[in-house]
């Protein structure tokens, strides 16, 4: 089998339809893809939804469980899925009605990765995510990930499945910004990644989404992807690739001092006490590609309790 479309489901009975109506209205034969959708313990009209579809289409596969996160969703499917190809797609989102064929064309030339382009849908406006410099190119992984272009989003790429069993690559179950932490490791990896310069994907304004939110919990998984990235250079990168997932590793970490100055005291203190009892990760960004980082790894590292005040005071110079 060609491709296994993964979508898991929570509570997205607004959007799920169009999703579904999408990843069916394709221009390859039903037997050459699957779709597995996962309902992640929904409590609205999802699961209805996902029946009435299922009824009627014969390559559409459902999963249940209790709520554990759209990781835990996208591994369980991973595991039982059947294509040599892979791409997660998210249920208040869709992608673009006969597109499959052009993937499939894509893929004949065995790539690790497919990246796509996408656009963001606002009911005043729609607006493409990125258009790629080089024109519907092929590079390594390595050389992806310092594109201006790339995104720390998964449904924008289909993924060669070798890639990801071979490395025994799963997602980080029980945090919010999944994506960031298994994206740079895939890509790592990946020797061959194919770029279709397309708008394929279509990402809806969903308000109730768990990413568009300010709270503890996105700030303290931020973290946690810091030192997953900060282990996985230090156990598996080669030294002359160290640089640029080091970039990564910083840029997530800028993220979360960025959420942490909006988080109350008690909280901004429990994050300082963690980037004092793990300041070798400030270390790590002194090797980070882009001097900006740099800088930043070196004062860090000496102020690792203070990082979120030196952070504010660079972000003004830097404007």
């Not at 640029?244 to 800028?254: F, G, P, Y």
């Not at 004062?299 to 309790?305: A, D, H, K, R, S």
Request: include cysteine; proline fraction near 3%; charged fraction near 25%.
């Amino acid at each position: 089998m060609f491709l296994s479309i993964i979508i898991p489901v929570f509570n997205t009975e607004k959007y799920l339809q169009k999703c579904l109506s999408s990843v069916l209205a394709q221009d390859i034969p039903a037997n050459e893809y699957e779709i597995i959708v996962v309902n992640d313990g929904s409590t609205d009209n999802s699961q209805k939804i996902i029946d009435d579809f299922k009824q009627s289409n014969n390559n559409i596969r459902v999963l249940c469980q209790t709520n554990s996160g759209q990781s835990a969703a996208r591994n369980k499917a991973l595991n039982i899925a059947k294509g040599e190809y892979i791409w997660f797609v998210d249920s208040d989102d869709y992608i673009s009605e006969h597109c499959l064929g052009k993937i499939h064309s894509m893929a004949a030339q065995n790539p690790d990765i497919i990246a796509i382009c996408a656009e963001d849908i606002t009911p005043d406006n729609t607006k493409r995510r990125q258009t790629f410099d080089c024109e519907n190119a092929t590079m390594s992984g390595i050389n992806f990930l310092m594109l201006k272009q790339y995104h720390n989003c998964v449904p924008f790429y289909i993924f060669n499945r070798h890639i990801l069993d071979s490395h025994e690559i799963r997602f980080k179950e029980g945090i919010i910004h999944e994506d960031n932490e298994i994206l740079p490791k895939i890509f790592y990896f990946a020797d061959k990644v194919y770029i279709l310069n397309e708008v394929l994907y279509h990402i809806n304004a969903n308000p109730t989404s768990t990413t568009r939110s300010v709270k503890p919990k996105r700030t303290f998984d931020l973290f946690v992807v810091v030192k997953s990235q900060a282990d996985f250079i230090k156990t598996k990168v080669a030294e002359q690739h160290k640089g640029v997932i080091a970039m990564h590793l910083a840029i997530t970490a800028n993220a979360m001092l960025y959420h942490s100055l909006s988080l109350p005291k008690d909280k901004r203190k429990e994050i300082r006490k963690l980037w004092k009892a793990n300041r070798e990760i400030f270390g790590i960004m002194k090797m980070a590609t882009g001097l900006k980082y740099k800088t930043e790894g070196f004062i860090f590292t000496l102020f690792p309790g203070k990082a979120d005040v030196f952070f504010k005071l660079l972000t003004l110079m830097y404007k």
